[in-house]
């Protein structure tokens, strides 16, 4: 079985600081590896995914996250957080048959 | 860009009464899915669906809960009697094919009272 945990259920940044937000993983086999970010009363987005290429990924609106076996981590990094990154940000893990499990959520915080 | 439909944006219901919610899913995908999602709480996994028959399904799915690709476009998931602890958001995800990325719809909220 898989599952994930993420580390903080809510990060405050200043607007121009780096984010940084935590998540560990478990499985038993390779994982593929997400991140999904949730506007107020929006669906899901899919920031970024790990599917055992390069471990450093890169996502859109600036979001990276780098895949640290040893570490069993996969933490989703910005280096200059805007006003617009406030949102609740999900960490997800799939096996081979893509069958999704997600973490709790990290609600961010942008405060100006 | 294609996209994963849902509706409605917003339901309420009372309790005990029966709900559909309706998804359409992208059009050349195979595998379906819906998850749920409580205020406050994370995302859920309930169950997915392929090749019109459940591949897999949660404890979350029990016998109040069923899937049906009706008419080759639309995947709904029908609560039979609904109670207050149903209330959630809940999503429908595609995807091509098994292994391959789910994209969400933006949700439905269901209200029991």
């Known amino acids: 079985a898989q599952s994930v945990t993420q580390l903080d259920s809510h990060v405050s940044v200043s607007e121009g600081t780096p984010v940084l937000l935590r998540c560990n993983y478990s499985?038993?086999?390779?994982?593929?590896l997400f991140w999904y970010v949730q506007h107020p009363n929006k669906g899901l987005q899919l920031l970024l995914k790990?599917?055992?290429?390069?471990?450093l990924v890169k996502g859109i609106n600036g979001f990276e996250a780098e895949f640290k076996k040893s570490e069993t981590s996969f933490h989703l990094t910005k280096p200059s957080a805007h006003m617009s990154d406030a949102a609740e940000y999900f960490c997800?893990?799939?096996?081979?048959?893509?069958?999704?499990?997600f973490g709790a959520g990290t609600r961010l915080t942008v405060k100006p | 860009e294609p996209e994963v439909t849902q509706t409605p944006s917003h339901q309420v219901t009372q309790m005990g009464q029966e709900v559909i919610l309706r998804c359409v899913p992208i059009?050349?995908?195979?595998?379906f899915y819906w998850y749920r999602q409580i205020l406050g709480q994370k995302v859920e996994f309930l169950v997915s669906?392929?090749?019109?028959?459940?591949?897999?399904k949660s404890e979350i799915f029990d016998d109040q809960f069923s899937v049906e690709r009706p008419d080759g476009s639309n995947f709904t998931l029908k609560i039979r009697s609904t109670k207050l602890e149903d209330s959630a958001m809940y999503f429908c995800?595609?995807?091509?094919?098994?292994?391959?990325?789910?994209?969400f719809g933006p949700g439905t909220r269901l209200t029991v009272t």
């Open positions: 997800v893990v799939a096996n081979n048959n893509n069958d999704m499990r």
């Open positions: 995800a595609s995807s091509a094919n098994r292994g391959y990325e789910q994209y």
């Open positions: 790990y599917t055992s290429a390069a471990t």
């Open positions: 499985s038993s086999y390779s994982p593929s």
């Open positions: 669906f392929y090749n019109n028959e459940i591949s897999e």
């Open positions: 059009s050349n995908h195979l595998y």
